[in-house]
């Protein structure tokens, strides 16, 4: 205990005890005098007592430099300069360190624009300290207006100047530029280093050029330039962020090979560029690699666990979260990792292992965020446990007040309804209507930016979506013309055309999330118009129940897979009609949809070998007989913020109507010609009356 005293006292009394620098035993009673004095930011009295000295100002400055109290460097050059003190272009460079290491460019740019009147030229030290002041905090033009006046003025550039200039185009997400500054190395006689590719390859992966990434590491190669590790992580995290899990393996592989070593951020990054590609068996076992070499880090266990439960692959995920090398590892439970484990028993159906994940938030001293409630919740959705659904999302409700909550309230709503039917449902529903309850102004135009409208409600619009317009372009055309927020609140493909509807207010709007719990609740009621090529289906009605997951490796498109998130797509056949180029069957089909998984129709008919007419992404022709993918929203059912009913419909776009009266006419005319060889005559009509089949 005394000797802890002894080091506190020493530490207090002297706050430059770690910071000190050399200097000779002739000028240590002045040097330490003034650091007394700055201890007590009696700065004047601090210079004084260096009576006159060129040397001593210079490592009392960078004393404060060490100390991180830039400020106080600053006061005290500014003193040195009113005092009438003999200023060098080291103690300005001394200052412009002292507020480089802290981040601090503003007074950097002042110390050096400064420094001329004080009859200093700044020399290499002072424009690369300024470079990388305002490379800290990411003030790219700064960085490079003062790279150019050194070119400007002569002074010497070097390597240094260059990475720095390059690390702040780098954290600007100015890759470009870096590429230039790189480019120019060659021009002012400074031969490209380690440090110099490092930063341009990273400021590629921080603008997702992994392209042009590779290409910086194979001219590292030509140029007989060493890779380290700082280097293969940049590029395996460009690999990465592009979701080139392909390309992010074959560096990590690579880097022994060229004797480089491997570290926690280039496991971590290889585990995300798996992840992202859904490659959840590449993803673990590259985890299991890393548990061998080295401890595993929070980032690459989340990582795994996060591609084990976004292909649906929960078991794994779980097994992961839980397993002995967590344990041996010491791996840290955070945030992100705990919410990814309470996804995959959401996936899974396993309520009771998320709430018993969610009872140890306490223990692991977690904050609960919105995406761990709402995964909690919705993982009591397919049992039923309405009750305790209904206890988590009034538990958020309380420990995160916010109105955008309409998503976990349609949770509470769906388990409610497994477990006591529509008419409970309902019944809440309207509980929670108060809850987001506010006026809002109806639409009263027929059109709006060009799209014609189907029907409006108190929070609601539906309007006509065209095919080939995309959900967001239709968003942004009706908020610019409305003058007014608008929300997404459910999409249509690209393609497909039909009843959109928006909410009349922002994210945070009682609109926008009432409309968000219907949804959520499967409340709203949907219904599509489509023509399938193939067999006919064997039954009139029918229901497709096939879970549906992104396709690993190409998240653009989706698949039916055990292992994807349940889904159901209820049909009903209404016409048949021949192929006009082949022996297939045309299906004119009725679809309700029972569940909203991206893709679901589209991918579902796909699946039983019925792909969609003019879908070229999941297997249907696109020929000259159907112009376009024949897929239309016809009707829309949905509750407005006053709680009543709104009924939309859509007529079908006149190119489907068209192509359905071509296939209607030779229908007609194939049955006419079969009837005719089998020697039926259809009447004639009788005194001008039409006869109608």
Known sequence: MPLQMAEWRGRHMDPWRDSRVEVGKRWVGDYDKALQRLAETRVPEAVAALRGDALLPTQVIT?????????LAVAFYSEMARSCLEITVYHASAAVKACQQAGAWEP?????????SLT????????????????????????????????????????????????ACEKANRWQEALYLLHSMAGASVAKNTIAFSAAISACEKGGEWLLALELLTQMTLESV?????????????????????????LFWEMPQRGVQRDEISFSAAISACEKSGQWESAVALLHTMSQVMPVSTVAASAAV???????????????????????????????????AISAAEKGSQWQVAMQILGDFDRWRLQKTEITYTAAISSCEPAGIWHVALALFLEMRHALPAREQGVQAGSVLLALRRALGLAKAEELLERFRRLWEEEVPQVEQRRVAGFRVLGSGCGVLAIDKPQGVETEVVISELRAALQRPISCTSRLDLPTSGVLPVALGDEGSGATQYLRAQWAARLVSKQYLCLCVGE????????????????PGNLLMQEVSPYGRPARTAYQVLASYSHPENESTLSLV????????????????ASIGRPLAGDRRYGGANDFWCERMFLHCRRLQVRDLRGRRLVVKSPLPAELAALLKRLEKKRLAHIARAARLDGWVPPRPVDGCEIRS
């Open 63 to 71: 004393t404060l430099a060490r100390a991180a109290h830039w400020s």
């Open 120 to 167: 200093v030229q700044p020399n290499e030290y002072t424009y690369n300290a300024a470079i990388s002041a305002c490379e800290k905090r990411g003030h790219w033009q700064e960085a490079v207006a003062i790279f150019g006046l050194m070119a400007q003025r002569q002074c010497l550039l070097s390597v240094i100047s260059f990475s720095a200039a390059m690390s």
């Open 536 to 551: 006919a289906l064997p039954a009139t009605r029918g229901e497709i129940r096939r879970g549906i997951r992104p396709v």
């Open 226 to 250: 060493q890779r380290n590790t700082v280097t293969y992580c940049a590029a395996i995290s460009a690999c990465e962020k592009a979701a080139q899990w392909a390309a992010a393996l074959q």
């Open 590 to 605: 009725q679809v309700q949809l029972l569940t909203g998984r991206k893709h679901q129709i589209r991918v579902h008919f």
């Open 306 to 340: 996060t591609a084990c439960e976004g292909q649906s692959q929960w078991q794994a995920a779980l097994l992961l979260f839980s397993g002995e090398w967590n344990e041996t590892a010491g791996t840290k439970v955070d945030q992100i990792l705990a919410n990814a």
């Open 108 to 116: 950097a740019l002042a110390l050096l624009e400064g420094a001329p």
